[in-house]
């Protein structure tokens, strides 16, 4: 038996933030869209994010806030749906916000509100829903050069339940972060299908984990946050890290996660704001412990077992914990040194259950800049986290799903 043919002007596939808003611009220039998902709930990670306020941008965003293996492919978009193109659509609804720090911006109430805005949007648009639906073939159409126009079909897209038939295909599927609420590599695949590469893939805005061996003696202490600066090579972010059972969290780590690779060592400055050399120059004489002194700055708990593995680090254990005063002047030059550049060469990362976003994607360099569409094969779009463009955490990822939307909504 036949399955029905259902025919639209543009299918997306993924009904998140990217999918959503590329919908509501392409049904707003009159073009009937059908938006898919295999999901029975759209947009999950906007419902989850900010911890269910949803970052929904950063007021400071540019092109220098994202990671691509072509890194000036975003600005195009960024550049023609900015922050305050949002922020202007969520005050259109109503929906109250306000910044956090550093330019991020949540909503007062509920990110389910940014969720239902968007309907609102899809539905003024005429926008069309099918899910959940699985999409188990696509087909790509050849035809005569003369008879290509807007009404002329490329796709044929299966599904479970009917047959889809469309002149653009939008894959806003998102990438391999967070699989308990549904993501997958659907939309690589489809990248493959048709010989787009795809760049290198791995966890990013995740934490770190570390070897036992090297992490043991902190494992007992989660949920110690410290206000630090962490670096590898030329990237570095200044904000809390927090200990965990596995190894190291918090906004800082997850930046860095993003430029770190596994088997070099990230370095953590535990005292940002100020100098120990010179702190131990003015306590020279000072009879109080090293741990006791160290604990006016930082988490006591978190000293104790810093100063036992450091001090053996060191070959200075024979002395233990002693007054300041007796320790010798290089010996504190040398701990003062550690608190500026703690090494921590991670073991690995904490996988895409606890990333935020995927790192890589569909490579740049196969897209067009201003529209997302494959340039060797008109009429396929790839919008969203799916694409090689990662943006640090803040609000950075959720303003490219939005540009990147636009931007393909623009043409499809």
């Not at 590599?185 to 493959?192: E, H, M, S």
């Not at 670096?231 to 890290?241: D, L, M, P, T, V």
């Not at 990230?266 to 702190?279: A, G, N, T």
Request: net charge positive.
């Amino acid at each position: 038996m036949r399955k029905p043919i259902r025919d639209s002007d543009v299918v997306i596939v993924g009904a998140g933030a990217a999918g959503m808003m590329c919908a509501i611009e392409a049904g707003k220039r009159g073009r009937s869209v059908l938006l898919v998902d295999h999901s029975p709930k759209p947009a999950e990670k906007i419902r989850i994010s900010g911890g269910g306020r949803c970052n929904f941008t950063n007021l400071y965003t540019h092109s220098e806030n994202f990671l691509s293996n072509n890194p000036h492919f975003c600005r195009s978009a960024l550049e023609r749906y900015k922050p305050f193109d949002i922020i202007a659509l969520l005050e259109k609804h109503g929906i109250r916000y306000h910044e956090k720090k550093l330019g991020q911006l949540f909503c007062d109430d509920s990110a389910q509100q940014i969720i239902d805005m968007l309907k609102k949007e899809c539905d003024f648009a005429g926008v069309a829903w099918q899910f959940p639906s699985l999409i188990t073939k696509i087909q790509y159409l050849k035809y005569d050069s003369g008879s290509q126009s807007k009404k002329c079909k490329r796709f044929l897209i299966d599904t479970e339940c009917n047959t889809l038939t469309a002149h653009s295909l939008v894959i806003a599927t998102g990438g391999l972060s967070i699989p308990q609420i549904g993501a997958s590599d659907f939309g690589y695949r489809v990248a493959r299908q048709f010989n787009i590469p795809v760049t290198a893939l791995r966890p990013s805005l995740v934490g770190l984990t570390v070897s036992p061996d090297n992490f043991a003696s902190f494992q007992n202490m989660p949920g110690i946050a410290i206000d630090a600066q962490v670096s590898w090579q030329h990237a570095a972010f200044r904000e809390n890290i927090l200990l965990t059972h596995r190894g190291l969290s918090g906004p800082a780590i997850l930046q860095i996660s993003s430029y770190w690779k596994p088997g070099t060592p990230i370095h953590i400055d535990l005292l940002p704001q100020l100098d120990m050399h010179d702190i131990f120059k003015s306590q020279r004489y000072c009879n109080q412990q090293l741990s006791n002194l160290l604990a006016n700055y930082l988490p006591k708990r978190f000293v104790q077992v810093w100063c036992d593995r450091v001090l053996t680090g060191l070959a200075l254990s024979h002395m233990g914990n002693k007054p300041v005063r007796q320790y010798q002047n290089t010996a504190l030059s040398q701990i003062a040194e550690q608190i500026r550049n703690w090494e921590v060469v991670p073991s690995g990362t904490m996988g895409y259950k606890k990333a935020e976003v995927t790192l890589g994607g569909v490579d740049t360099h196969a897209l067009s800049s201003k529209t997302m569409e494959v340039k060797q094969l008109p009429g396929l779009f790839f919008i969203g986290e799916v694409v090689d463009v990662t943006g640090q955490l803040g609000g950075f990822n959720f303003q490219w799903a939005w540009s990147s939307g636009h931007a393909a909504g623009q043409t499809v």
